[in-house]
């Protein structure tokens, strides 16, 4: 005989209900790569709330004003870590006059302290950066004669990220190159919004092909088209 | 002075001679995102770009851009046959786990030791690292593509780096619009040089001490 249980509600919220989650001072990791896999309209939803002082954790600061240079160009970037953030002019503006503090992480460090700190390492040894300014102050350490440096895990409060689709508890496909830093991201946040273009019913994704597994994904919100997003 | 593009172009092909079959072959931005539209549609190279692509094709046709599809420089591409997604995580694996057999890339200075500066600028507004540092530390081989000089026409092969390093491994070739120089243990070795340029021409557009291979070819 089977006991009876409550069925879950579907993990699908407005994008102005999913950033609520979001307060002043978190950290917030944001996927996507320039704009691609990129959460334009949980990062748009962000900008009718008035949440600042927020520490950002992505790959670059958006691109062509859109995206995540909406929330440099609104002030409400304290630090941005990441790893390429050159070809955002106000980001570099702001870098200069002090108003935004950089961390500025080798790609493949980047993307494996965020890895390390999803899986529940504490940190790892890589060869990456090893001799250069960006090993300054960082434990090194011998290992079969090579010489490696000291990275530890990168976690945040919060976690913004993009797939292309999901199933209502929240499993997620990814679309191309779209992929990059969201499946790792989604592992290292307390709290996770995938926005999505569509989500369907439980059991309409082959598991087979599913890349990120639903325990990871607290909230889904659904991708909003706009016309700025013709691009270049 | 010469077109900068088709400067560009000719250090492209240039590189492309030093591929060889089946390599797995990671392509910076810059001149490196050239060499996908230089060859054949069913060529035999795998191109890797470390934000998620083994088997990168060339540039679309216009109007048949997917955004969704790009390369590391953020511009669209196509899918060879045979291509497979994956994530940052397992792309930089795959790059600083050796399964890299060569990489393109661009570089601001590089010494006579073979290091290379590519990520900094001191007092320039230049707030990038990318996956630069990792493909040095992990790709099998490391081929350079740069132009010979910088804009202000000073040479970028120098005795000591004036930039910030960007790994203490040294590359393997160097490519310039001029010259090819391979680093053998430390040492830089002229390997080939345009018709248009004595070897004492060079020396004096060359910060960098270098040394005479036994036959220098001629770069066409």
Not at chain 2, 94 to 104: E, K, Q, S, Y
Request: glycine share 8%; charged share 25%; with cysteine.
């Amino acid at each position: 005989m089977s006991l009876k249980t409550k069925k879950l509600d579907s993990k699908v919220q407005t994008p102005h209900e999913a950033i609520r989650f979001v307060k002043n001072g978190q950290s917030v990791m944001v996927g996507g790569f320039g704009l691609s896999g990129h959460p334009l309209t949980l990062i748009d939803a962000l900008l009718e709330m008035d949440t600042r002082d927020l520490t950002v954790i992505s790959n670059n600061l958006g691109e062509n004003g859109k995206g995540l240079s909406s929330w440099v160009r609104e002030k409400r970037i304290k630090k941005a870590i990441g790893s390429y953030f050159t070809t955002n002019k106000e980001a570099v503006e702001q870098y200069k006059n002090g108003r935004l503090e950089i961390e500025l992480i080798p790609q493949g460090t980047f993307i494996e302290r965020i890895r390390a700190a999803g899986s529940g390492i504490g940190g790892f040894y890589t060869r990456t950066g090893v001799g250069t300014e960006l090993a300054k102050g960082k434990e090194v350490k011998i290992i079969d004669g090579v010489r490696y440096i000291l990275e530890f895990g990168l976690r945040a409060d919060i976690a913004l990220i993009r797939a292309h689709k999901a199933d209502q508890s929240g499993n997620l496909i990814y679309n191309k190159t779209a992929r990059n830093f969201n499946p790792a991201m989604a592992t290292a946040a307390d709290f996770v919004i995938a926005e999505v273009d569509e989500v369907v019913e439980d059991g309409l994704l082959d598991p087979e092909q599913i890349i990120t597994p639903k325990v990871y994904v607290d909230i889904l919100v659904i991708h909003q088209k706009d016309k700025r997003e013709s691009n270049a | 002075m010469r077109d900068i593009r088709e400067l560009k172009l000719r250090i492209a092909k240039r590189i492309i001679r030093e591929f060889r079959p089946g390599d797995c072959i990671n392509l910076g931005v810059g001149i490196p995102t050239f060499i996908p539209d230089l060859l054949e549609p069913e060529h035999p190279f795998i191109f890797q770009t470390e934000n998620g692509l083994l088997g990168m094709g060339p540039t679309p046709s216009k109007g048949k851009e997917d955004w969704d599809l790009l390369n590391a420089s953020k511009r669209p591409i196509t899918l060879q046959k045979g291509s497979v997604f994956f994530d940052s995580v397992e792309s930089f694996a795959m790059i600083r786990g050796g399964h890299i057999d060569l990489a393109v890339l661009g570089a601001l200075q590089v010494n006579q030791e073979g290091q290379v500066a590519n990520w900094m600028i001191p007092d320039a507004p230049v707030l990038g690292v990318g996956g630069a540092m990792d493909l040095l530390a992990g790709a099998k081989k490391v081929i350079i593509a740069m132009t010979h000089v910088d804009k202000a026409d000073k040479t970028k092969l120098v005795q000591h780096l004036e930039y910030p390093i960007s790994s203490i491994r040294p590359v393997d070739l160097i490519v310039t619009d001029i010259a090819v120089f391979e680093i053998v243990s430390g040492h830089m070795i002229l390997k080939e040089l345009t018709e248009r340029m004595s070897i004492e021409d060079l020396r004096r557009i060359t910060d960098a001490k270098f040394e005479i291979a036994d036959q220098v070819h001629v770069y066409d």
